[in-house]
């Protein structure tokens, strides 16, 4: 931005000052606020920074001032490879040991009890939100440009990109197993947004599963109480509205594929007349506290 300002003939630190923070969020959660988030605050010189620092200051309990507004975009780079490639590893993980008949869920559970040295991640159908499916994507660009090659970033994307296409996979087979071919199932995908409690679809997977399922010949629904209707978005034009969350709307359909773990899908009498439910989410079996569900359960 600083070159095109200073086309006007105004200069910085003389005429305005200039200065980057980073968003930091996570919608949905309860336990952070923007006071009490640490903003991180970068200048494209000492005054800027220092205006910056005064300014959200007054606001909020913690400020980090960097050396730099390329230090302060940076970090939100990091932070936001740091969960992609995580989030790629497990996912990756997740196909391994579904292979090998193991619970990814509870291996994650098991080593979530170490007080040290780890951090759980979660698999899921794909990754969704504005920022980690793309700005990850703006360093392995810029990187090239360097003669560098962001290896852990381009293969993270590629691991995290491919999960539509396997959970779809799933569903076919599950339905194979009961005799059933996905052309002509009606197949039930929950959740349209990109991840629990949140009215935020942005790149979420559970567009490109639903785009999927309907090429493949599934006659389609979707339920989320935050989206009564599809939207168009850069990539898909579904015109699809959300069918109720009832038990008799969940029973009505070949397969419920969890995409999305909203609570309002984790009430245990939704469930007693489903067929077959494809669970993304891990969020079927723990609403039955160690009994079987009603349903036959296929994790994906």
């Known amino acids: 931005m600083l070159p095109l300002l200073q086309k006007s003939g105004l200069r910085c ?6 200065a980057f923070y980073p968003e930091r ?4 959660r309860k336990d952070f606020t923007t ?9 494209v010189n000492a005054p800027s920074t220092e205006a910056a620092v005064a300014l959200y200051t007054a606001g909020l309990d913690q400020v980090v ?7 302060a975009e940076s970090s939100k780079l990091l932070e936001n490879v740091f969960r992609s490639v995580n989030i790629a590893l497990v996912n990756e993980l997740k196909v391994i040991l579904d292979r090998m008949g193991i619970d990814i869920w509870e291996v994650i559970a098991a080593a979530a009890t170490k007080p040290f040295g780890f951090m759980p991640f979660y698999p899921g159908p794909g990754l969704g939100g504005h920022c980690i499916p793309l700005d990850p994507f703006y ?10 090659w962001a290896r852990f970033i381009e293969l993270a994307g590629e691991i995290n990109t491919r999960m539509p296409r396997y959970v779809v996979d799933k569903v076919m087979h599950a339905l194979n197993e009961d005799g059933k071919s996905l052309k002509g199932s009606r197949v039930l995908v929950l959740g349209l947004a990109y ?11 559970s567009y490109e599963i639903l785009e999927l399922l309907k090429e493949l010949g ?24 959300s069918v109720p969350c009832t038990a008799e709307a969940f029973g009505a359909h070949d397969a419920v594929v969890v995409s999305t773990a909203h609570d309002a899908f984790k009430h245990p009498g939704l469930w007693g007349g489903v067929k077959l439910a494809v669970d993304t989410r891990n969020l079927v079996a723990p609403l039955f506290a160690g009994r079987s569900p009603p349903c036959r359960l296929v994790k994906a």
Not at 65 to 71: G, I, K, L, M, N
């Open 195 to 205: 991840k629990a409690n949140v009215d935020d679809d942005r790149e979420s997977p």
């Open 65 to 71: 001032a960097v050396s730099s507004s390329r230090v």
């Open 13 to 18: 630190p003389e005429d305005f000052l200039l």
């Open 25 to 28: 969020e996570d919608p949905g």
């Open 218 to 241: 599934a006659r389609v629904d979707y339920c989320d109480p935050f989206f009564p209707a599809t939207h168009r978005t850069r990539k898909y034009d579904l015109g699809l509205k």
């Open 139 to 148: 360093l392995s660009w810029k990187a090239a440009e360097h003669g560098e």
């Open 35 to 43: 006071r009490s988030i640490p903003k991180v605050v970068g200048g």
